[in-house]
């Protein structure tokens, strides 16, 4: 009966990966990345090498998120999908070629799309991007989609040019980001930027200290083994010893 109600003890634990969320990453490569206006360790670098920079130190610091990258020019394509393996995902980052033209709309519904919708998890949308959109409908007029799946929007500008204030208030990637619940942020060097992934990792935190056993020790052998002994001394006494 103790064998049966299997003792155990707890031998290890580690972090439940369910309490992270799931962020998709879309990331602006146009040809426009390839200016060569940010500096970093100082030294002049491309937009581009800035971003994968910042965007590499912001996913190793998340070891619990799963986190996808989408990729975008004219049209988005996938880099990698939501996964926990996050050397792959950077790798596969740093492979991605520049393509022509800037469709921010088709960026943020492929990578909402991207989301798994079933996951109980919260999803995030972190757009980065240096320009206007100039192909496809703009941020705004798909952020619905969005909202309905409930994913929160940031979007960050990156260049060498800030938006005034006056400007930024109507700006659309602003107001796609608030409609969500997100925001929507400003980088003009590496060092805003590195602050504007900063931030969005700390807004973006959930409580991860809570634990739970996962490796255990059986211990049912013991009484087990126990029992069959005495039942099987007492089969020999009863039998053949007492005769």
Not at 25 to 37: C, G, K
Not at 89 to 103: F, N, P, R, Y
Not at 166 to 177: K, M, P, Y
Not at 211 to 227: N, S
Request: proline residues 4%; charged residues 25%; contains cysteine.
């Amino acid at each position: 009966l103790v064998g049966l109600a299997r003792p155990r003890m707890p031998r290890g634990d580690l972090r439940d990966p369910s309490k992270g969320i799931d962020i998709m990453l879309a990331l602006d490569f146009s040809r426009s990345m390839a200016e060569t206006d940010f500096r970093l360790e100082r030294k002049r670098v491309t937009r581009r090498a800035a971003l994968e920079y910042v965007t590499e130190k912001f996913i190793l610091g998340r070891p619990n998120d799963r986190i996808g990258i989408v990729c975008f020019a004219r049209n988005p394509f996938l880099v990698s999908p939501l996964t926990l393996d996050h050397r792959w995902a950077i790798e596969s980052m740093h492979q991605t070629d520049l393509a022509t033209g800037t469709g921010i709309g088709w960026a943020v519904m492929a990578a909402g799309n991207f989301l798994r919708k079933d996951s109980d998890r919260s999803k995030v949308v972190i757009l980065v991007t240096d320009g206007d959109n100039s192909s496809g409908p703009r941020a705004s007029e798909i952020i619905g989609q969005l909202v309905r799946d409930k994913v929160k929007l940031y979007s960050v500008l990156i260049g060498p040019e800030m938006v005034v204030p006056s400007v930024a208030a109507n700006h659309d990637l602003n107001r796609a980001a608030r409609i969500t619940g997100g925001q929507f942020f400003q980088a003009n060097d590496t060092r805003a930027l590195q602050g504007i992934y900063n931030l969005i990792d700390q807004l973006e935190k959930r409580d991860l200290i809570q634990k739970r056993f996962v490796l255990w020790q059986e211990l049912f052998a013991w009484p087990v083994a126990i029992g069959s002994l005495l039942w099987l001394g007492g089969w020999i006494w009863k039998s053949l010893l007492r005769r």
